[in-house]
Every structure is written in C-alpha cells, then in structure tokens.
C-alpha cells in the first residue's frame, strides 16, 4: 500500500496559481523535504495535506484512505499532523499543558466509564500527565516542564512545537522549517531530534529551506517552484543539480 499520496492538486488563490497539477507520493518511515524558492507552494503543499485549504481539483490519500474532504480533526486522527512556520503555540500556558491539549483522546471515551466520572477523570488527567511527560522528556524539555511557554528560548518552542506533534500520536509529521531561526547548537539539536523521530519509526515531510540541513536529514528531496513540482529524487541528486539550484539561488527564474 503506499503511504501519501497527492494527486492532481491544483489550487488557486484569485488570479494566483498556488498549487499546479501538483501530483507526487512520499514513503513510510522515510524523511522527505521540500525545497524550493520563495513563493514555491511548500506551505500550501502542507496547507492541502493538513486540510487548512481545500484544492479546488485532485485528492489526498493517507494509507489508501480519501482524505480530501476530511476536516482537519479526521486528517490527525487518521494520523497526519503538523507544525507551523508561526509556531503557534498557547504562549500563556505550560509547556505540560501545551502537550496535554494535543494528546490524542484515547482512555476515557468508553460511556460506561461516565457513571465513574469524578474518579475516573481524575484517572485520566493523572495519565494524560504521564503521557504528556513522555513526549516533553522525548524533545528535552523535562527541566522546562512547568515553565510557560512564552518564557522560552526560540530553539525550545520549536521543541516544544515538536513534543506537540508527537502527541497526536500521528504517523505522519508535517514539520515547517523546524530550523528556521535557529544557532548553531539548537540547530543541531533539532537535526538529532529528526533523526530521533524517525528512528522512532515516524514517517517526516519537511519544508526546510536550508540546504545543509537537507542533506543532514533527507532520504530524499521534493523541489518545487511556482506551485510546481519540477523534481522528486535521492537527496544528493536534488541539491547537487545545477539547474535547479540556479532557480533556487537566483531568486526564482
Ligand atoms: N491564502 C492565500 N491567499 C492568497 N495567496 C496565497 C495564499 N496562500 C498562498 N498564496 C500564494 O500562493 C503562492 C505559494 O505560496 P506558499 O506560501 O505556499 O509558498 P512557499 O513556498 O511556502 O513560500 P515561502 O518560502 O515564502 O514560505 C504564493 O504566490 C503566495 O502568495
């Protein structure tokens, strides 16, 4: 069966083509990046898959299932979730209670278990914590636990945005430019922490724009350009060809 499969995408915003007969599949257990110039389509590419925007032709299939209608709560539990290049995170909160409001509901849904509520959620909430703990000690962020997130560095919100996608419990993680803004040691630490991931048995689609880093982390590399997929191949393929990265480097023509 394969895994992601986007098929004759197109998306336009007015007069803008944002997204053009945009067709490729990625694979399990691999960690795949988009590349490409400003403007390229990497974030609608993300945006169609999540279902932040609907195409307005082709469809999306996550394990042979039809997602393209599918709300982005389904998408999530069907097993594909995200980050944002904004972060977005709940800034007023904990760094506990930004993870636990990801968790995947799981425990508690039983109606049996109603008639048990006060002690039962209790229950639940304890093991929600624990579960929250796991993924906060995954990113390293255990000593930051109860801080608020906006009392963070930079480098450790976009852990944290990292520790939120794995509560999901997706599969499938969608990470926008997770080194985006970052020095050199919370760089590396983001580059252990993908390599981490999918060791973990995760599957990545990553927009990275860093082509130094895509060679660190990609088993291969999508590259687009004007809503375009030009190239689809083996990392060193991708970033070592001349022509795109005359596109790429000579701002877009
Ligand atoms: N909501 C929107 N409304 C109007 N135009 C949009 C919208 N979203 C994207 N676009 C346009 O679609 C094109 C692709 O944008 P997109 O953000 O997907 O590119 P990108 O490769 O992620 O760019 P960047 O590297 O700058 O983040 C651009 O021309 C952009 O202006």
């Known amino acids: 069966m394969t895994f992601l499969d986007v098929a004759g995408v197109n998306k336009k915003f007015g007069g803008i083509a944002a997204l053009t007969d945009c067709t490729f599949s990625i694979r399990s257990k691999e960690i795949s990046c988009i590349v490409g110039p400003n403007g390229a389509g990497k974030t609608s590419v993300f945006n169609v898959i999540t279902g932040f925007i609907a195409p307005d032709t082709g469809t999306i299939r996550f394990k042979g299932q039809d997602l393209t209608k599918a709300s982005r709560h389904e998408r999530i539990e069907a097993g594909i979730a995200r980050t944002f290049q904004n972060l977005r995170l709940f800034e007023e909160l904990s760094v506990m209670d930004n993870v636990m409001t990801c968790l995947a509901s799981e425990a508690g849904n039983n109606p049996l278990t109603a008639i048990f509520r006060p002690i039962h959620t209790e229950a639940i909430l304890r093991a929600k914590r624990e579960k929250a703990r796991e993924f906060i000690e995954t990113v390293g962020l255990s000593h930051k636990a109860d801080d608020l997130a906006k009392n963070l560095s930079y480098g450790q919100k976009k852990l944290l945005c990292v520790a939120r996608v794995l509560a999901t419990d997706a599969e499938l993680l969608l990470l926008d430019e997770p080194t ?74």
Do not use: C, P, W
């Not at 082509?211 to 990392?235: M, N, S, Y």
């Open 180 to 253: 985006s803004g970052l020095a050199a040691a919370a760089l590396d630490t983001m580059v252990e922490m993908i390599h981490k991931l999918k060791a973990s048995g995760k599957s990545l689609l990553i927009v990275e724009h860093n082509t130094q880093i895509v060679r660190r982390i990609a088993d291969e590399v999508l590259f687009f350009h004007r809503g375009t997929l030009l190239a689809q191949g083996k990392t060193e393929d991708i970033v070592s060809d001349k022509e795109l990265g005359s596109i790429y480097f000579g701002g877009g023509h």
